[in-house]
């Protein structure tokens, strides 16, 4: 097996989950055996402090299945995610949490949804949720709630650690700093449609504690904000920066125009009182001048940044003739 393509892969990025990795891959192996198809799985272990280490070598010793990748300091469930989606191979790639929360009798009817209904994208719904109502379940409807606006995706649960895909795209998306929050929307963007929903069982903790607290949020709420402005404007900065800087010097242009004007007026009636420079309106034209020059600055000089990214001729092919 280890040569040819596998029909799965399953990838699970963790951080000190020891006390679960045993039961997890015990109980993985029991579901995907009575498949019939051929399989394996990556433990992304993310720098653990604890003895994950130990428990994926002694897995690995055992079974031919499980494969590793050790990072040598935590850098966060996006990185993990990035090195597990770049190892894969199989042609379905099914991501899930370490702690047991994601119930792996949930992968054959996730893996069917791929090969059989066509999805490029299934990800989990965690309708009941057996978290924390006020730290965790009413936060995380809000945010989905935003999510839902913003990303255009009618998905309940985009965060959810449970999703599936095809082969294609986790190798054409590339998920980055925190945006493992938002691979359906990154999967979107790329080109990818076809995406769907599963209500997916979900367990209480049996073991350790949770790495994310509120702050996940916060963060959450920022990098949807950089998503969005990166599809609106990523490409052509100039639309947005270039926009309303030219609004604004134009508008400082007009009134610092009428500031001028009134005062010729006044000097022609013989009207020494106001100096200028105690006019609000002088100050608010000369700021909306700078203001918009600097804006419009900044959107050329984003301008000239992507013109020079090696990114810039990256375009999704779908396919493409010999
Ligand atoms: N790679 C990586 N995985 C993490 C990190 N923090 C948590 N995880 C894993 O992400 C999954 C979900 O984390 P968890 O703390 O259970 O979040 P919750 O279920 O939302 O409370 C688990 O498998 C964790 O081991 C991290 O810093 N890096
Ligand atoms: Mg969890």
Redesign the pocket.
Known sequence: MANSTPNLSII??????AE?LPKLYEWVERVVAKMGISWDIWF????STDNSQQEIEKLADTSEHVRYIQ?RH????????YCGFEAAEGDVVIT????L??DPEEIPELYRMITEDGYDLVSGWKKHRL?NALT?NLPSKLYNATARAITGLKLHDM?C?LKAYKKDVIKNIEVFGEMHRYIPFLAKNAGFTKIGEKVVNHRK?EF?????GIN?FVNGYLDLLTLWFLLKFGKQPMHFFGLIGSLMFVLGVISISVVGIQKIIALNHHEYGMLVADNAYFHLSILAMILGTLLFVTGFLAELIIRNSPERNNYQIAKKSC
Not at 44 to 47: A, E, I, Q, S
């Open positions: 699970v990025p963790l951080y000190n989950e679960s992304v272990n993310d720098g990072f935590n850098y966060g469930k996006s990185p993990a995610l899930m949490d370490a702690d929360q994601d978290d965790k965060n650690g903790r350790g504690s949770s790495k994310f996940r």
